[in-house]
């Protein structure tokens, strides 16, 4: 049983929390696309980015800043345009937003973090920005998480949000997220961008090395086509307003809040791997018996991005073969005839051998979960063993549809 709670809220459940989003004009589409939230004291932030070359100027910008003082007291998350391959142009309008966003909030523009998404190549729509942050300003509240929360969306198809609770010397601590994505999900990070909020008192580097494990074991663990984002973040604000006594060092505390903050980092993760483009189902991959977790989560993640996997779920069949030759490339040694395949609860492959199952029972389960409830009961379990060893790791995906394809040919057009 875990020691928290799923409460009511996202990322203004924390105390001390505010947030808002607006339609500020930077979509023609008019929907909300200028979000801010905002911490009532300087909080702890750890920042974990994409790897890619081609970067986002609020990537490096936000990377620079917490490089030199991990602290931040505002995020501003614009969608519509990624401002990435901009040049510096690009450079210039992220340092530009910062600084309108601090003028308004009377803090230091090193405290606001920034974060964008939407075409790579577009820079910041410079007027409806600068004119929107002093009303996304004044629409803070505690109860705008869930409009902030639409206002980060490009082509989701629903915001995600969580929140949990857990009790830390006596006083109630608290999680929030919210985060967005739908294609171009490859993370590798630590076009996605996720959102959380803590109210405990942590130092600075253990919030760090937590949120670093948190992202290795959720968002990095997600694929939908394969492709990593030029913008790809994630945030993690702490602002010790619980009021509970400081974790400086690794204990049972720690250890409550790290597990805590993974779930919140997992659930937001599936939420985006479910919502891949033109996805009906979501895919979790557990793997177990490698030689480390690193070996079981590559091999997981192979599995889940395999486009031949994800092609033979939509279209409901069963073919473990694809299964077993995603394991083998995935870069982990393991003896073949260890390998073992379950689809749900129907085994495929046993000790490296095929097994006789029910085809007709393997594609009913297929078509049983593209029928189910969100992140509930529409996920195909495909469970893999490779061998006794103590690693383990799961991966999420989603299947790939005829949808996928004409959501991105027509992107710009």
């Not at 007291?73 to 992220?94: C, F, H, K």
């Not at 996805?279 to 192979?302: D, F, H, N, R, Y």
């Not at 991005?305 to 073969?321: H, T």
Request: charged content about 15%; overall charge negative; hydrophobic content about 40%.
């Amino acid at each position: 049983m875990t020691p928290w709670i799923e409460i009511e809220g996202n990322v203004t459940a924390p105390k001390g929390f505010k947030a808002a989003g607006i339609a500020a004009g930077l979509k023609p589409s008019g929907s909300p696309d200028l979000a801010l939230i905002y911490s009532e004291v300087e909080a702890i932030a750890a920042g974990i980015f994409t790897k890619s070359q081609v970067r986002a100027a609020c990537v490096d910008y936000c990377r620079q800043n917490l490089a030199e003082r991990p602290g931040c007291q505002a995020i501003l998350v614009n969608s519509g345009q990624a401002n990435a391959a901009t040049g510096q142009q690009g450079w210039d309008d992220a340092q530009a937003s910062a600084q309108w966003v601090a003028s308004a909030l009377n803090i230091e523009p090193s405290s606001v973090l920034l974060a964008s998404t939407g075409v790579i190549g577009q820079r910041i729509a410079v007027g409806p920005m600068e004119a929107g942050i002093p009303k996304v300003v004044a629409a803070l509240s505690e109860t705008g998480g869930d409009d902030a929360s639409k206002a980060i969306l490009t082509t989701d198809l629903i915001t995600k949000s969580i929140a949990l609770e857990t009790e830390i010397n006596g006083r109630p601590v608290r999680i929030g997220g919210i985060s967005k994505g739908s294609g171009m999900i490859h993370p590798n990070m630590a076009t996605m961008l996720a959102f959380v909020t803590c109210d405990a008192a942590v130092s600075p580097h253990i919030w760090q090395e937590m949120t670093a494990r948190a992202g290795s074991r959720s968002f990095n663990q997600i694929t939908v086509d394969g492709d990593t984002s030029t913008n790809d973040s994630l945030f993690a604000l702490t602002n010790g307003q619980s009021r509970t006594p400081a974790i400086t060092q690794w204990g049972p505390e720690a250890e409550v809040l790290e597990g805590m903050l993974t779930a919140v980092c997992i659930h937001l993760a599936k939420a985006i791997a479910r919502d891949g483009e033109g996805a009906t189902c979501l895919i979790e991959v557990q793997v177990t018996g490698a030689p480390s977790e690193e070996g079981a989560q590559s091999i997981a993640k192979t599995i889940a991005g395999s486009s031949l996997v994800k092609s033979a779920i939509f279209g409901r069949d069963p073919n473990w073969g694809r299964i077993a030759g995603a394991a083998g490339r995935a870069g982990v040694a393991f003896d073949q005839n260890d390998l073992c395949v379950t689809l749900g609860d129907i085994a495929l492959m046993k000790d490296g051998q095929p097994l006789p199952f029910d085809r007709d029972a393997a594609n009913a389960y297929l078509c049983q979960a593209a029928a189910g409830d969100y992140l509930k009961t529409d996920t195909v379990l495909i469970q893999v063993s490779v061998g006794d060893g103590p690693g383990s790791g799961t991966a999420w995906g989603c299947d790939l549809s005829y949808d996928y394809v004409k959501i991105n040919a027509e992107y710009t057009t």
